[in-house]
């Protein structure tokens, strides 16, 4: 799979929530999200404006105005929140915290359904055509497919394995595939995967070059 990098972007946040124009290359420094003295971990924009932002305390966040001002969100979780996102199909929003996954369709006003997993959820993907996907600790996978309730889908050919985690995931929706990272249960990344049906995966040659991952 070829990596390429984007050509251009009108404006963008990342980390600790900075508006990017000219293509990534000038930032600066927006307002950041109150979320007290944790990090910011997630952020994630439904093409219509709004951004949503996730951090270390639990609290969600949204912007309407490319990231220079923010209001906090409601019905919020107790933990981390670890990933933020929007999916089209649904035209909801979805994020990953401490076995739960907390739903909204503003990005504003928030629902925490708790799920029957083992630990924390690192990652929330969709394939944007009904499919929604919450991956964890102990490579634990749950699937939404009406948008609104979860059930585990299985380890797959992974298997339970409580020294593994999910990282992060992502769904390339020109090739029909997942593509996630996972790691040790201290955080270090093996390697990556990728799977067209989020149950059986196969593990990428990632280049040389890459280094040590972190995703």
Not at 27 to 41: C, L, M, N, R
């Amino acid at each position: 799979t070829n990596i390429t990098k984007p050509t251009e972007m009108k404006r963008g946040v990342i980390g600790t929530i900075s508006p990017a124009t000219s293509a990534l290359a000038t930032w600066t420094q927006a307002s950041t999200p109150s979320f007290g003295a944790t990090d910011v971990y997630c952020v994630a924009a439904n093409g219509s404006g709004r951004i949503v932002a996730g951090g270390g305390s639990g609290k969600l966040a949204y912007s309407d105005d490319g990231g220079d001002t923010w209001t906090q969100g409601t019905g919020l979780a107790a933990s981390a929140i670890n990933d933020v996102l929007y999916d089209q199909y649904y035209g909801k929003w979805y994020a990953a915290s401490s076995r739960s996954v907390l739903v909204s369709s503003d990005g504003a006003a928030w629902v925490s359904y708790e799920l029957p997993a083992i630990g924390f959820f690192n990652a929330v993907v969709s394939n944007h055509q009904g499919a929604v996907h919450i991956m964890g600790v102990s490579a634990q996978v749950f699937v939404s497919n009406d948008g609104q309730t979860f059930a585990e889908s299985g380890y797959g050919n992974i298997g339970l394995d409580s020294t593994k985690e999910w990282g992060k995931a992502v769904y390339n929706q020109a090739e029909s595939r997942y593509v996630a990272g996972l790691a040790s249960s201290s955080g270090t990344v093996h390697t990556l995967y990728y799977s067209d049906d989020a149950i059986t995966w196969t593990a990428c040659t990632v280049p040389s070059f890459v280094g040590s991952l972190n995703a």
